[in-house]
């Protein structure tokens, strides 16, 4: 009973490298979401994916590439990271259209870019 | 552009003292409004969805209410570990009939002491 798990939990890099966060759910949910979480900001959307190979970019979507080639893994990469990305990150999902839309989230990844 | 303003932003009671939060939306066409429990160093953790004016949710000493401009999550007889931040989401319902993405707001953070 896994649910929606996400990995690395605790990251540390420099800026300009490339950096991916993990995240992968067990419910066969069609949607998977990225958030950050910033003092002052809230919870901002980065990008979405309704199912695998459909993805579309959310609020702050700029510096950061998606990719969903399966159902259950969702990848967040961070091309040249900047020190604005420093930030917690969360993986989310919920169901299809037609089934209830409150989301699910994993336990999260604080990055930090020195 | 949907708005999601949370107040308090911060409210420390003694057990036992009931209070409310409040949630005030601006959004053209509500689907659905969600309450989320936050602790530290975790992800949200989903309580409740809210769809119509008028409507009520209830868990444990939880309630949520919901209005057209805004929600209340009611805290009856609060204990030190319903201490959390409390998140309000809205999602808002497309001309085309089809669901934006969730709005988050700041959150309320609770602390409830001994």
């Known amino acids: 009973d896994a649910g929606i798990t996400q990995s690395p939990r605790y990251k540390i890099t420099e800026t300009g490298r490339q950096v991916t966060l993990m995240c992968h759910q067990t419910w066969s949910h069609s949607y998977m979401f990225w958030y950050r979480q910033d003092l002052g900001h809230g919870l901002r959307l980065i990008y979405y994916?309704?199912?695998?190979?459909?993805?579309d970019k959310g609020e702050v979507p700029d510096g950061y590439v998606v990719s969903r080639s399966k159902t259950e893994n969702f990848p967040l990469t961070l091309e040249s990271a900047t020190r604005s990305q420093t930030s917690v990150y969360f993986c989310a999902s919920r169901g299809h259209v037609g089934v209830s839309y409150e989301q699910y989230f994993g336990p999260g990844t604080r990055l930090t870019v020195t | 552009e949907d708005q999601v303003t949370q107040s308090p932003e911060a409210l420390r009671l003694q057990e036992g003292e009931s209070s409310s939060l409040n949630c005030s939306y601006t959004v053209s066409g509500l689907r659905g409004l969600f309450w989320y429990r936050q602790d530290p160093g975790k992800g949200p953790e989903f309580l409740f969805t809210?769809?119509?004016a008028g409507e009520e949710k209830e868990k444990e000493r939880l309630k949520a209410t919901l209005t057209k401009k805004e929600s209340f999550l009611h805290i009856t007889a609060p204990k030190p570990e319903d201490s959390a931040t409390y998140l309000c989401a809205v999602q808002a319902t497309l001309s085309s009939g089809s669901a934006r993405q969730l709005t988050f707001g700041s959150g309320t953070q609770l602390t409830v002491l001994p």
């Open positions: 994916s309704a199912a695998a190979d459909i993805t």
């Open positions: 809210l769809y119509s």
